[in-house]
């Protein structure tokens, strides 16, 4: 009797009469297996398939494997698996040696280039003290990397190497912040035509002494004219939703803060942030509650501190005092041709001249939005993750 010894996929359809004694064996090949990472407390994907399903020449050797007639009966005499023989353990020993682990790993698509590292180096480097390959994803709109590897082990501590890297990446001030809680003020045509107006003032004057500093890229758009609450590091898709549902979960208590009723706010003047007027660096205007009863404080205090205690601030951030103010002019925004760390100033002297006392006018905040920086949605408006309203009418007991 000529043994036959096939995968079990080979085996199942070649020797499949029904005098024949056929073992059935796993296929060593799971795709999407979830398991779970102890270290992020999180599910991952785990895959394990075998290097090769195809048989060497010293396995192919039943004379009735043509393929044009494994669905056919075949006689038991010429291809037969004998239960528990050496071979049937031996392969099985040789698949389990070839199984590979990954692991699916969402980090964000803003830290990858720390993960690779200069030229590629910190992947390497990784890969060769893990013993694995690291393999990125070819949509920008993927934010995970998979890891693969020889063994369970190899694997765990590659994610336990990379995860540090990204919470060092996050603290550096190299990572850019991408969402912010922000009060719209640009749901005001009327504030929006001001602003458009102010910008076309500056930039004629502007024209006329080009040694002020002044170009359009350092004005805020006024379609974008907002109140910040908070900045936020959100590297990936799991924390944008985490801080998506911390807004919403604090709508009750932001109303109760502004004890459901209405809040608007006077913006008047302007203001320098850093620097002399000579020099400035941030212009903006003062906003003052109207009432004077600091209820919108209030609100913007419940959500800070919701977010900080969600653990999805920044230390540093944390222990900042907030001070409502509206932005209109910023030299971080000048638009360059080669990146520098230096932030040029601009003159400001005229521009206090003629707007320092300026009357901007009074205006409802109507809600509170997840905001993401560099995105916009079709109103102009930065791209807005989620949103809470605020009290538009007066409630009546």
Known sequence: ?????????VNFLACGA????????????????????????KMVTQTWRAVSTQPSSSEARCENADPEVVNKPVDPNTCSIAEGSDKDRSLEGELASQEKHSISMEVGASVMHFIKGKEGATQKEIEKE????IIFPSSKKDDSVIIEGNSGESVNKASEKIQIIIDKAVKSPTLNYSH???LPLAIHPGLVDKLVNFQNSILGIAELNQDLGIEKSIFIKPKTFHLTVLMLKLWNKDRVKAAAEVLQTVSSKVLDALDNRPVSVRLKGLECMRGSLAKAHVLYA???EIGGEDRLLHACQVIIDAFVEAGLVMEKDAQHKLKLHAT?????????????RKVDSFDARGIFDQYGSEE????LIREAHLSQRFAFDENGYYHCCASIPFPENMQLD
């Open 1 to 9: 009797m000529i043994a036959c010894r096939f995968l079990f996929r």
């Open 18 to 41: 029904t005098n024949a004694r056929v073992i059935s064996k796993p296929l060593h090949s799971f795709q999407g297996l979830q398991v779970m990472d102890p270290k992020k407390r």
């Open 130 to 133: 893990m013993g694995v390959n």
């Open 180 to 182: 912010f809680v922000s």
């Open 286 to 288: 003062p906003v003052q």
């Open 328 to 340: 209109v002019m910023n030299a971080r925004h000048r638009k360059r041709q080669k990146r520098t």
């Open 360 to 363: 901007w006018g009074e205006y």
